[in-house]
T-cell receptor, first 112, second 115 residues
Framework: NAGVTQTPKFQVLKTGQSMTLQCAQD?????MSWYRQDPGMGLRLIHY???????DQGEVPNGYNVSRSTTEDFPLRLLSAAPSQTSVYFCASRQGSYYEQYFGPGTRLTVT | AQSVTQLDSHVSVSEGTPVLLRCNYS??????LFWYVQHPNKGLQLLLK??????LVKGINGFEAEFKKSETSFHLTKPSAHMSDAAEYFCVVSDRETGFQKLVFGTGTRLLVSP
């Protein structure tokens, strides 16, 4: 099993550009989540999904879109990048509510 | 609403001495609590979890944590620090308010281990 994979590892965008961060898992997990990590702030939940076709907002959803058409994939779209979105983004998945969360290696995004 | 407070942003210990990383939580329901570790430029790894079974939870690499409902605490301990323990540690809470669907992270404690 590859676990949770994320692409790209690094990305530089200009303000106003759009892009999609990819996340895939091969563990057949129902729950998937996107977090951003900023210094001194821990990880903050952006969006999450409890199954294909079901998504919901987390703590900091503005400026981001998600969809979940398959169990395996959970892409995160930045609609119009802003410098405030410079961060490290982590995707995670878990089997269900009471189970541990598995994290991907992260994507470091810089918006200039 | 559920929340978690990590009381120290940095903790420094010498190799071979005990480690104590403090975490207090707020939850209206019986929570699930987790500790994760993040080594530099790496993803996060689960150390241990509490889900309403035994209040003393043992994790990987010699770490353990005790759930104390009366103190709303879930402190992480290790009897003897190793250089490889230097990392950032996150306390995490989840509860029935969100159907255990959301995990709320603390701001992290950076553990420094000196020789």
């Amino acid at each position: 099993n590859a676990g949770v994979t994320q692409t790209p590892k690094f990305q530089v965008l200009k303000t106003g550009q759009s892009m999609t961060l990819q996340c895939a898992q091969d563990m057949n997990h129902e729950y998937m989540s996107w977090y951003r990590q900023d210094p001194g702030m821990g990880l903050r939940l952006i969006h999450y999904s409890v199954g294909a076709g079901i998504t919901d907002q987390g703590e900091v959803p503005n400026g981001y879109n998600v969809s979940r058409s398959t169990t395996e994939d959970f892409p995160l779209r930045l609609l119009s990048a802003a410098p405030s979105q410079t961060s490290v983004y982590f995707c995670a998945s878990r089997q269900g509510s009471y189970y541990e969360q598995y994290f991907g290696p992260g994507t470091r995004l810089t918006v200039t | 609403a559920q929340s978690v407070t990590q009381l120290d942003s940095h903790v420094s210990v010498s190799e071979g001495t005990p480690v104590l990383l403090r975490c207090n939580y707020s939850s209206s329901y019986s929570p699930s609590l987790f500790w994760y570790v993040q080594h530099p430029n790496k993803g996060l790894q689960l150390l241990l979890k509490y889900t309403s079974a035994a209040t003393l939870v043992k994790g990987i690499n010699g770490f353990e944590a005790e759930f104390k409902k009366s103190e709303t605490s879930f402190h992480l301990t290790k009897p003897s620090a190793h250089m490889s323990d230097a990392a950032e540690y996150f306390c995490v809470v989840s509860d029935r308010e969100t159907g255990f669907q959301k995990l709320v992270f603390g701001t992290g404690t950076r553990l420094l281990v000196s020789p």
